[in-house]
């Protein structure tokens, strides 16, 4: 699994872990000890719910724990030129001659919707070490890719606002 993450993913994952396991837990077992009450569990949909949401809850908990356990810690510092973790980017697509920004992130953080994409997507792992001006291939699959211009690279800081991708 070895996911990259930086240290400020770990401390977000523990701080996640810390608030499931000592708010939801407890909550999501009052839950299904409140729907139990309500009598036959065969046809109790409160029930089914609570049991399954308490679940969902202890797979994520353990979801995190493995992410952690396995993590490659990679630092988000780069050169000021370059592209680089955390840095939010202006792209210009040549072929659909369009231009869009995005921020670099871990796989943990990456939601395109947003504009996040992660280091490890073909345009991610593309752009890293280059500067602005620098004409980069992404290369999508063995046949087939794709050429894009670093119009700009602003160095940001990961202020801990990007939320951590929930599966």
């Known amino acids: ?3 990259e993450l930086t240290q400020k993913d770990i ?11 000592l708010v939801v837990r407890k909550e999501a077992l009052e839950d299904v000890k409140s729907a139990r009450a309500h009598g ?19 797979s994520r908990i353990r979801y995190l724990e493995k992410m952690i356990k396995t993590a490659v810690i990679v630092s988000d510092e780069s050169a ?14 040549e072929e659909d001659k369009v231009t ?8 943990v953080r990456g939601n395109s919707l947003e504009g996040l994409i992660s280091t490890e997507s073909p345009l ?23 050429y894009v211009v670093v119009r700009s690279i602003e160095n940001t800081i990961d202020d801990g606002t990007d939320k951590l991708r929930s599966f």
């Not at 869009?100 to 796989?107: I, N």
């Open 80 to 93: 000021e030129d370059e592209v680089g973790l955390n840095n939010t980017v202006e792209v210009y697509f």
């Open 40 to 58: 036959d569990l065969s046809e109790n949909f409160e029930y089914h719910a609570a049991k399954k949401f308490k679940n969902q809850n202890e």
């Open 124 to 146: 991610g792992k593309a752009l890293l070490g280059h500067k602005a001006g620098d004409r980069v291939y992404v290369e999508v699959n063995a046949g087939y890719g794709y």
């Open 11 to 21: 401390e977000r994952m523990e701080q996640e872990i810390e608030y499931r396991k």
């Open 100 to 107: 869009e920004k995005y921020k670099l992130v871990t796989t």
């Open 1 to 3: 699994m070895n996911n």
